[in-house]
């Protein structure tokens, strides 16, 4: 056997990053609570049928699984807390007043990795307002995910706004598209093909490219192209969100863009951060679903804050002192009342220097190593 290899895409956290991680997500989770959002904490594994589909327009995902012996049945891995939390609010808290604010955080793992990120698994970190996905609860949302940021040390932090069903919508009004011609459609527009949208005579999308980048040039764009009220709302539903959260965010548009954005509908964001690769968060506006059908509006965001600690946030340890055998244990509790993590030997020799203390308590005293 292979002593100590793990499987693509899974890994250790060691010191100090599993404590960085831990902190970051505490901080994340304390924000939340303190914005009246209760904590949840769903299990890591579920039957894979309430996994999926608890959440209008998910797609069937690929799931890492396995067949549960207890129950015969197949368990599926979470690769996303917010459908759990969707299920809990439709379930077991259907009974509680709306909104209801539900925040989680926990690991969360995918059967893929990306190109941009080699990890399967990682820690997600988000709140959930489940019974409207009004303005107000958008730009609640926005505000918490980039507090929560801020708390975590985050700077220089790019918010990119995103209109999942867009393009649907465009299709099915004002600038129509053969249902079996959608896809090709959206395809050309991720890719951002002006030549192939006009070849395939999607020539009334094309000013949708010219509609990304950084605000208010983009909305303004947004704001030319004319599709009757579709857009009109939209926009100034942006407008209203945006105001919330003028000045601690660059702002930037991609109004089709819909990658990673499987449920989402009227309102999607991605969160990015300088100095830190690829995306830090999502979140957006979707639709649960009740055991007997009904729907209800949500509207939440994601952290996910490994990245952040690879960028040197989280904070630092404490610096580790040494402490001998016969110290006095009240002085000790001071020494970490006053932020010192202690190292208490535990026989007559131990190596102070090289169990990470840079100092060491001697007869009351704080000495450097
Ligand atoms: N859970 C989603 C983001 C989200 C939260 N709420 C709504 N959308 C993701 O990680 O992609």
């Not at 959930?128 to 220089?156: H, K, P, Y």
């Not at 220097?353 to 060491?360: D, F, M, Q, S, V």
């Amino acid at each position: 056997m292979s002593v100590g290899l793990l499987p693509e895409g899974l890994r250790d956290r060691l010191p100090p990053h599993a404590d960085a991680l831990a902190r970051l997500v505490w901080r994340a989770l304390d924000v939340a609570q303190a914005w009246g959002y209760e904590r949840v904490s769903p299990p890591l594994a579920e039957f894979e049928d309430t996994l999926v589909g608890r959440l209008k327009s998910s797609r069937p995902q690929d799931l890492l699984r396995v067949i549960d012996p207890v129950s015969q049945r197949t368990l599926a891995l979470r690769p996303d807390i917010t459908a759990q939390v969707g299920r809990i609010a439709v379930t077991r808290m259907a009974h509680r007043a709306r909104p209801l604010r539900l925040a989680y955080g926990g690991p969360v793992l995918k059967l893929k990795a990306t190109q941009l990120r080699p990890e399967r698994e990682m820690m997600q970190v988000g709140a959930e307002i489940v019974g409207t996905d009004n303005i107000a609860a958008a730009r609640e949302i926005v505000s918490l995910a980039l507090t929560a940021l801020e708390r975590a040390g985050v700077t220089g932090i790019t918010l990119d706004i995103t209109l999942p069903d867009l393009v649907d919508t465009l299709a099915a009004g004002p600038f129509p598209i053969e249902a079996g011609r959608i896809d090709r459609a959206r395809a050309l527009l991720d890719a951002k093909d002006a030549g192939g949208l006009a070849a395939a005579g999607f020539d009334r999308y094309l000013p949708l490219i010219d509609a990304a980048g950084p605000f208010p040039q983009a909305l303004d764009r947004l704001r030319a192209i004319d599709a009757g009220g579709v857009l009109a709302s939209r926009i100034a539903g942006i407008e209203a969100i945006t105001t919330a959260v003028a000045g601690k965010a660059a702002l930037t548009l991609d109004p089709t863009e819909r990658h990673g954005f499987e449920y989402q509908s009227w309102f999607g964001f991605s969160l990015f951060a300088e100095g830190v690769s690829g995306e830090i968060g999502r979140g957006g506006s979707y639709t649960v679903l009740h055991p007997d059908g009904r729907e209800e509006p949500a509207l939440g965001f994601s952290l996910y804050p490994d990245p952040l600690i690879d960028a040197g946030l989280g904070g630092k340890p404490r610096q580790r002192i040494f402490v001998p055998l016969d110290a006095d244990a009240g002085a000790v509790e001071g020494l970490r009342a006053d932020g010192w993590a202690t190292v208490a030997a535990l026989d007559g020799d131990d190596d102070a220097a090289a169990l990470g203390c840079t100092h060491r308590f001697e007869r009351g005293a704080v000495v450097a190593v």
